[in-house]
């Protein structure tokens, strides 16, 4: 998270939207993929980017990390990039054989009701063998039910650009 060092050395945190800021007009959609950490990385991304999704494990302790997420985000907004906007709350590692993915689920659409998209990702194996192959799920295994489900995100976003524009 966001510490006083980061308030006064705010110019490393600038690299990612400098760079950024040159290709916007060349595409409709940039995606930035962050590690599952509030490090440098994922900071120079929050400071870039337009919006945010925030991925939802279905796991015992998401909604501490989904709250820790929002206070960065926060603060983000207020002394970098005032325009973020949180896109949509997704569920993730969504595992309809346990009564703790429902839970979880139920419990971020009763918090963040429109904000939470309607298409959850499964816990899927081949999400994990795509990436220990290097290879995308789209092309490794286009009909598993996590890349149906991405897709389906996919779709959800675009149909939500189109409604607010």
Do not use: W
């Not at 950024?20 to 599952?36: A, E, F, G, N, R």
């Not at 295994?141 to 189109?162: C, G, Q, T």
């Amino acid at each position: 998270s966001i510490n006083e060092h980061t308030i006064t050395s705010y110019e490393p945190y600038m690299t990612l939207k400098r760079n950024i800021v040159k290709l916007k007009d060349k595409y409709d959609y940039i995606i930035i993929d962050c590690p599952p950490s509030l490090g440098f990385l994922s900071l120079n991304a929050l400071i870039a980017c337009d919006s945010v999704i925030i991925p939802v494990q279905c796991e015992y302790f998401s909604m501490e990390a989904v709250a820790q997420v929002l206070v960065t985000i926060s603060k983000v907004k207020e002394r970098y990039n005032p325009e973020l906007e949180i896109e949509g709350f997704l569920l993730t590692m969504f595992d309809s054989r346990t009564k703790l993915s429902f839970e979880v689920s139920s419990e971020v659409r009763s918090y963040f009701k429109e904000k939470t998209f309607t298409t959850c990702i499964p816990r899927n194996v081949s999400v994990s063998e795509a990436t220990a192959k290097g290879l995308p799920l789209s092309l490794y295994k286009p009909n598993s039910f996590a890349n149906v489900a991405y897709l389906s995100l996919a779709r959800e976003i675009i149909d939500h650009e189109i409604e607010n524009n």
